[in-house]
């Protein structure tokens, strides 16, 4: 027997299996709404595959004869930096589009960007970014529970907007006390001295 499953707003990233390192599907029809698969393996033996999706459709029988086949869908859905020792991000047919599969789509590593759950939102410049389709199925909001969409288009994958790969903290001042060094590109830590008090911070880059 088949069944239907449905993942949507989610990251899926740092998984590894035998075959099939972020979703491995047998027996069933699935559907990925705004899913991003980054960074998932399948195990080194030859003969596996997908490190991101790994799917085998299963024959449906009407009165002992094949009537047809179990399905995968993927709408606006990333699965990219995925390693297997073949098809390295999906192995098996799907339909669907406006997804983004294969090649650099540009995200931040998995942290906490708000919401949740860890996400991997995309970067100033991601080829994902308002490349979404809006369909029946597209969630009104994104992983972190952020409004979908924030522009005319989605983005494509878990999270909408983006962020900067590279804050520029020059000319920036604190409101009291004194800056040691002044902000600046490229420099993490700092000492701010305060009337009575010093305190020491780091800038921790994303």
Known sequence: DSCNVRVANSTLSGNSGDTGGGINARRSNVTLDNVTLVGNKAASAAN?????????PLDLYSNGVVSGQ?????QNVVVAGNTAPASPDVSGSFTGSNNF??????????GDFGGPNPTMPPLTGSP???????????PTTD???????????????????NVSENADLAGLAPSVGTLTPGLASGTTAYTLSVFNATRVFTIIPR
């Open 70 to 74: 179990t399905t995968m869908s993927l």
């Open 101 to 110: 599969v294969g090649g650099d789509p540009r995200l931040a590593s998995l």
């Open 143 to 161: 992983q972190r529970g952020n409004p979908r969409p924030r522009a005319a288009r989605p983005n494509i994958g878990a999270v909408e907007g």
């Open 48 to 56: 596996n595959v997908g490190g991101g999706i790994s799917f085998v």
């Open 128 to 138: 994902i970014v308002e490349a979404g389709g809006l369909f029946a199925g597209t």
